[in-house]
C-alpha cells in the first residue's frame, strides 16, 4: 500500500511506516503485556513532558484531543463556586468555552484577536477584575494560526492567586520543549496524533495528582470522568476502563521509540523548526506573506494570506494533492488564509519539494 501523498497537516500527521506496522497484532486489553505497555507510555509521557512522577501522573483517555480538553474542564471545575476563565485566540480556545457552555461552567472568556498572543499583561488585569476566577484555562500551540502563547508567562500569574491552570498543549507537545516540573501547571493535555506522532485514538493528560485527587465526583459525564479513569489505571497498572484502542496504543508505543531514538523533544523541534523556517522563506519568495508575525510563530503549522483576490484555494489544493502533497485550509475567520503544518514524518527535502510545486501553480496561475 503506497501512501498516495503526503500530509502536511497538524495530526492526523504523516507517520513512519513502522509507527503503521506497529498496528498489525491484536491484543487483549486484559493481559499483563498489555497493561505493562500502557504503563510504560504513561512513565514515558512523564518524561517527555519533564514532569516528575512524584507529583503527576498521566492518565490516558479514549477519543480524540478534544475528550481530553473536556474530560479535564469537565472534571477539574467543581459543580459549584466555581469560575472558569478561558483566554481565547483562535478556534481551538474557543472550543473550550465551549465546552463550558455544554456543562453550566460560569465562565469569563478574554478574547484576543487571531494573530495576537495571549498577552500576560491583559490577563493580569483580568484577573484583577474577576477575584471570582477558580480555574483557568488556555492554549499552548494554538493551531488555528500556529502562534505559540506564552504558557510560562501566563501560568505565574496563576500560581500566585492559587487559580488551576488546565494548558492545551495538544499540537505541541514532543514537539516544543515543555518544562511541567518548572512550569508548575496542574494539567497539560495533549494527543497521540501530534507531535508524538502516533495515529489519532486517544488523548492523554498529566495532571498534578495533588489537583486531580481533589476532583472525587466532580465529573458530569461518566466515560469522560478523568478520576475515575486515574482511579482505574492506578488501581490495577496499565488497565483503562473501558475498551482501549489496542493497535493505536501500540503505534504510539512505537511513535514513542522513535522519538526517544531521535534524540527526544530538542531534535525533534529542531527539525520542525528547520521546515517551518525553510517553508516560511520559500513563500514568502513565491509571494505569500505570512499571518503571524515570525515572533511569535510556532514550528508547528503557519499560515498564508492568500496571494490576491483572484487566488482560488480549492485549485491550489487540488494541484498539490494531485503532486504527492495535502495541506489545510485557514481557520483564521478575519484574513483569507490557509495553512501548511510541518510536523509529522517530514523535513526539509519534503518542504523543498512542496516549494517547487507551489512555484510551478504560481507560474501557471500569476
Ligand atoms: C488538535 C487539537 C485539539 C483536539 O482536536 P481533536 O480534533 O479533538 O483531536 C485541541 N486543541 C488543539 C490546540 C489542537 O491542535
Known sequence: MKQPYLLLTPGPLSTTPTVKAAMQIDYCTWDSDYRQVTETIRQQILDLAQANADDYTTVLLQGSGSYGVEATIGTAVPRKNAVLMVAINGAYGQRISEIADYYDIPHVDVVFAEDEIVDPERI??????????????????????????????????????????????????????????????????SSANKCVQGVPGFAFIIAKKSELAKTAGNARSLSLDLYAQWQAMTKQPGKWRFTSPTHVVHAFAQALNELALEGGVEPRYRRYAASQSRLSSGMQ????????????????????????????????????????????????????SFRIGTIGDVDTTDINRLLAIISDYRQLNP
Open 124 to 189: 493580569n488585569e483580568a484577573l484583577n477584575a474577576h477575584p471570582e476566577v477558580t480555574h483557568f484555562a488556555t492554549i499552548h500551540s494554538e493551531t488555528t494560526t500556529g502562534i505559540l502563547n506564552p504558557i510560562e508567562q501566563l501560568v505565574p500569574l496563576l500560581k500566585a492567586r492559587g487559580i488551576v491552570s488546565i494548558i492545551d498543549a495538544m499540537s505541541s507537545l514532543g514537539g516544543v520543549p515543555i518544562n511541567v516540573d518548572q512550569l508548575d501547571c496542574d494539567y497539560l493535555v
Open 285 to 336: 519568495a513565491l509571494g505569500f506573506d505570512l499571518v503571524i508575525d515570525p515572533a511569535y510563530q510556532g514550528p508547528i503549522i503557519t499560515s498564508f494570506k492568500y496571494p490576491s483576490e483572484q487566488f482560488d484555494f480549492d485549485d491550489f489544493y487540488q494541484f498539490i494533492k494531485e503532486r504527492g502533497f495535502v495541506i489545510y485550509p485557514g481557520k483564521v475567520s478575519t484574513i483569507p
